[in-house]
């Protein structure tokens, strides 16, 4: 089946670490990504992972991939208010022809605390 | 650069009317995909064109259609608009289609009364 959990709250303190997980359900998929919404906005990418990789730094942000468990992890170093908002973990499906589709998790709302 | 770019951003239907919502891609992508996103959920694919070529479609019903032209933008159509079609349009950009990179627009928000 095509499904991909993330739990959908977390709260944090501002300065602290923020560790936002997701499982996902097809080995085969080839990339697997974060994106983060803020109210009223669209989805603004922030990293990806391609599938042979364990893991990927950019900046504050530092994402795992566990391909055995199928579990995706996005951590945020140091952080901010302004990180508060709606973040979606998706994988890439592959339909025929080289082509795929995104299914996205229902979102995790990370909460700030100053 | 212009990132992916959407319109109309806000739009008020009745039920029974269509709607047309279009898309222009990041500068030299030439994939197009399409995205609802109703309150509370994660987006659900829609429909993805590559080449001006249908090359994936969602589970939706014949009264979604859409095109992509000769300038790789792209539009989205909705006949017989029903409450439920009241949410979030989202619109990808990629170069390629098979993953990758994948910016999305802004949106455009549909609501049906």
């Known amino acids: 089946g095509e499904d991909v959990e993330q739990s959908l709250f977390l709260s944090v303190r501002e300065g602290d670490s923020s560790v936002i997980n997701c499982t996902y359900t097809?080995?085969?998929?080839?990339?697997l990504y974060w994106y983060k919404q803020e109210p009223g906005a669209g989805l603004q990418l922030l990293t990806y992972i391609f599938s042979n990789m364990d893991m990927k730094q950019d900046q504050r942000l530092t994402v795992l991939l566990n391909k055995k468990d199928k579990h995706l992890s996005l951590r945020i170093a140091d952080t901010q208010t302004g990180d508060s908002a709606i973040y979606f973990c998706a994988e890439f499906l592959s339909l025929s022809g080289n082509t795929g589709k995104l299914i996205f998790g229902q979102g995790t709302t990370l909460q700030v605390k100053p | 650069d212009a990132g992916v770019t959407q319109s109309p951003t806000h739009l008020i239907k009745t039920r029974g009317q269509h709607v047309t919502l279009r898309c222009s891609p990041i500068?030299?992508?030439?994939?197009v995909s399409w995205y609802q996103q109703v309150l509370g959920q994660g987006p659900q694919f829609i429909f993805q064109?590559?080449?001006?070529?249908?090359?994936g479609r969602g589970n939706f019903p014949d009264r979604f259609s859409a095109r992509q032209f000769p300038n790789y933008s792209s539009e989205l159509n909705v006949n017989a608009l029903l409450l439920g079609d009241s949410a979030l349009y989202l619109c990808?950009?990629?170069?390629?289609?098979?993953?990758?990179?994948?910016?999305f627009g802004e949106g455009s928000r549909l609501t049906v009364l």
């Open positions: 064109y590559y080449e001006k070529e249908e090359r």
């Open positions: 097809d080995s085969s998929s080839t990339y």
């Open positions: 990808a950009s990629s170069l390629g289609s098979a993953g990758g990179e994948l910016f």
């Open positions: 500068s030299g992508h030439k994939s």
